[in-house]
């Protein structure tokens, strides 16, 4: 006897697959939401000016509200005629230069977005590393006779000269 057709019920219409694993609706909701993520944080890359933190302006700084006081600071101090906000608050070296611009960027995008830091803004425990590195780096000649770099009470060059790059 030649075989029977298959009841109706039989052939179930099954949905359709990428990669035979993952149903296709998921991979729409999926590319939805990665596509959203990536075009809102395009936007807001963009609205912010964020390439404009990979250079070395000091007018990048002031993109923040926040940091119009600080910038207007250095821009009456002794400093300005020598160094640019990177020169002291960012390493000099490649990688750590643009992880920690990277860090920063994403930390002060947070926080300003959040509304979440102090008035006036502190730097750091990590900033503050980074900035007495640089202190040294560009003094290290002219205080190398009090520099402790190596005993239990490291050289703090902000302690006593808090005001010296912001002219405070």
Known sequence: MPPSAPEPNVLRARPMRLLGFVPFGIWI????????????????????????????????????????????GWNHSSHKAVAVCNDCHIPHTLPDKYIMKGLNGWNHSRA?????????????????????????????????AISHENSTNPTDCVACHAGVGHGR
């Open 112 to 144: 300003f977005t959040t509304g979440d830091f102090p008035e006036p803004i502190r730097i750091t425990p990590r900033n503050r590393e980074v900035l007495l590195h640089n202190c040294l780096y560009c003094h290290g000649d002219l205080v190398s």
């Open 29 to 72: 909701v999926a590319v939805g939401l990665l596509g959203g993520i990536v075009g809102l944080g395009g936007f807001t890359f963009s609205y912010a000016e964020g390439l404009s933190y990979f250079s070395d302006d000091p007018q990048a700084c002031v993109n923040c509200h926040v940091m119009r006081e600080v910038f207007e």
